[in-house]
């Protein structure tokens, strides 16, 4: 079975502070890994998939496969970074997303 | 482009009413899903739908139904609400197949009560 784990339901920093948000998994196979986003009052939408290897609005996020770790990094935290973060793994061959239970966070100006 | 459209918006529904969740794409994707998003639970698969004809049961299937009569629409159904199915639904969808994964877009959601 795989599972998705996000260990905090929220997170506060201050602006400007460095950001970590975890998610760890287990999986038995190769998995592929995202992170998805949800502003406030607009729908989820993708953030990162660990595929492409990119940075998008200053995040990144590597994919650990010894400590079967995707967390989500940015260097200097941003107001309109406040929202809700879900980790999402989908297994090798298959179309599903499994999702974690998400992490608030919020950041103080 | 519309991308994925989910009505209603809001629903409010007495406990044993049956209610149609109403999601469409524009977009050609194979793939559609219905997803119950609850506090500290995160999302969870009700339903998928790798296309027209197929459906399959996700993480929480009782008390819904699924039809994918056509590529654009994947209705779900709540046969006999009940107050454990508050909650907002999404639907979301994308391409499937092959080797590379492709993004889910998401619809706007339906919040819905029973009482």
């Known amino acids: 079975a795989q599972r998705v784990t996000q260990p905090e339901k929220l997170l506060s920093v201050f602006k400007g502070a460095p950001v970590e948000l975890k998610c760890n998994y287990s999986y038995s196979g190769s998995p592929e890994l995202f992170w998805y986003v949800q502003y406030s009052r607009q729908r989820l939408q993708l953030l990162l998939r660990h595929i492409s290897r990119e940075s998008i609005k200053g995040f990144t996020a590597d994919l650990n496969k010894g400590e079967t770790s995707f967390h989500l990094k940015k260097p200097f935290a941003q107001e309109e970074d406040s929202a809700m973060y879900y980790c999402?793994?989908?297994?090798?061959?298959?179309?599903?997303?499994?999702f974690g239970k998400g992490t608030k966070l919020s950041v103080i100006p | 482009n519309a991308g994925v459209t989910q009505t209603p918006k809001f629903q409010v529904l007495k406990t044993g009413q049956s209610m149609t969740l109403q999601c469409a794409q524009d977009?050609?994707?194979?793939?559609m899903s219905w997803y119950r998003q609850d506090p500290g639970m995160g999302l969870r698969l009700i339903h998928y739908s790798v296309g027209a004809g197929i459906t399959d049961q996700g993480e929480v299937p009782n008390g819904y139904n699924v039809s994918r009569s056509t590529t654009e629409d994947f209705p779900l159904r709540l046969l006999s609400a009940a107050p454990s199915q508050t909650s907002v639904y999404f639907c979301?969808?994308?391409?499937?197949?092959?080797?590379?994964?492709?993004?889910?877009?998401f619809g706007p959601g339906t919040r819905l009560t029973v009482t």
């Open positions: 999402a793994l989908k297994g090798a061959g298959s179309y599903q997303l499994t």
């Open positions: 977009m050609n994707h194979e793939y």
């Open positions: 979301a969808s994308s391409y499937s197949g092959g080797q590379l994964s492709y993004e889910q877009y």
